[in-house]
Structure formats: structure tokens, C-alpha cells
């Protein structure tokens, strides 16, 4: 399984604005789709935002739909998870994670269709 590592989060202010990195292990990175999750305290593991292995296809959450951005560069083995506007209900740990399948387009949303997880990044919105 590929090694995942996310970087960026930290506190923000309300309004403000983050970007998280998931930097992945093996060059097969750019075979998969990616997602960011996020957990807060108490609460299950949600999904945030979607990408497609090539980078075409893009979705969201609508809790988020608006205010992030997911991209990747699949000569960096990377992903990017872009945070504008943010709320303090965005306050969480924030996960990237690879799709089971390879060369799969398929929107998902599910915790259970991704195989690789990394050790998550912390997000805390506050004034």
C-alpha cells in the first residue's frame, strides 16, 4: 500500500485560509483517485473533497462546495486540499487517502472505498 503524509494544518482564524499536503510514497500514486476526510471529536469520519486519478474530475461536499479546492500533481506525487473562508465547524483531522481501485473515475464517498490513509493533520478554526 502506498504511504500517505499530510502537512499544513494548524490554527486559523475564522475567515482565514489553510492548505493541506498529502505527499504520497510510490510513483503508483498517480494510478489512483484521492479524497481528503476529516474527524472531529465524537463524530464519524466524513467525507470533504474527491479527485480522480488524472486529475479531471473534482467533487465535494456541500458543507464545502464553494470554499475548497482539491487538486493534485502527479509529478510531485501530491495532493492539495486549498481551505478558504473557513468556520469553526471545519475544526477537525483532516485525512488524505487513495482509492482502492486503479484508473477508477467514480465519485466516492465512502470511507470504506479507500485503502491507503494517512495519519491525519490537525485543523482547528478559532478565534
Known amino acids: 500500500q502506498v504511504q500517505l503524509v499530510e502537512s499544513g494544518g494548524g490554527l486559523v482564524q475564522p475567515g482565514g485560509s489553510l492548505i493541506l499536503s498529502c505527499t504520497a510514497s510510490?510513483?503508483?500514486?498517480?494510478?489512483?483517485?484521492m479524497a481528503w476526510f476529516r474527524q472531529a471529536p465524537g463524530e464519524e469520519r466524513e467525507f470533504v473533497a474527491g479527485?480522480?486519478?488524472?486529475?479531471?474530475?473534482?467533487y465535494y461536499a456541500d458543507s464545502v462546495k464553494g470554499r475548497f479546492t482539491i487538486s493534485r500533481d502527479n509529478t510531485d506525487n501530491a495532493v492539495y486540499l486549498q481551505m478558504n473562508s473557513l468556520k469553526p465547524e471545519d475544526t477537525a483531522v483532516y485525512y488524505c487517502a487513495s482509492d482502492r481501485l486503479r484508473l477508477n473515475s467514480s465519485r466516492k464517498t465512502q470511507p470504506a472505498d479507500y485503502g491507503s490513509w494517512g495519519q491525519g493533520t490537525q485543523v482547528i478554526v478559532s478565534s
Open positions: 479527485i480522480n486519478w488524472s486529475g479531471a474530475v473534482t
Open positions: 510510490e510513483s503508483t500514486f498517480i494510478d489512483y483517485g
